[in-house]
Nanobody, 123 residues
Framework: QVQLVESGGGLVQAGGSLRLSCAAS????????MGWFRQAPGKERDFVAA????????YYADSVKGRFTISRDNAKNTVYLQMNSLKPEDTAVYYC????????????????WGQGTQVTVSS
């Protein structure tokens, strides 16, 4: 069982940056692939980024490539999402997710979810 708690959301102007954190409980965090998803009002929850347990592989949605960076610190049981050059269309609730084993990029393949953190980008 893994429990996830996101933090770091907030209100930022277009062009600004935010760093989201996701703290995970459990002693086997390093064996979980981690992902970030986001959900805007009235829309589906979409993939943003994912990272393998070994940090050997990272994946990004096309909409965030070159602007967002996912990373993890297994010693701290934490995964991060550095978001730069933010746009109003990045406004959403951002969710951290975990799955045991190999990294995936589809929502249904993640087993554990955090409660989400709101990111609002003003124009």
């Amino acid at each position: 069982q893994v429990q996830l708690v996101e933090s770091g959301g907030g209100l930022v102007q277009a062009g600004g940056s935010l760093r989201l954190s996701c703290a995970a409980s459990g002693r086997t965090f390093s064996s979980y692939a981690m992902g970030w998803f986001r959900q805007a009002p009235g829309k589906e929850r979409d993939f943003v980024a994912a990272i393998s347990w070994s940090v050997g592989s990272r994946y990004y949605a096309d909409s965030v490539k070159g602007r967002f960076t996912i990373s993890r610190d297994n010693a701290k049981n934490t995964v991060y999402l550095q978001m730069n050059s933010l746009k109003p269309e990045d406004t959403a609730v951002y969710y951290c997710a975990a799955r045991r084993g190999v990294v995936r990029t589809t929502r249904n393949e993640f087993d554990y979810w955090g409660q989400g953190t709101q990111v609002t980008v003003s124009s």
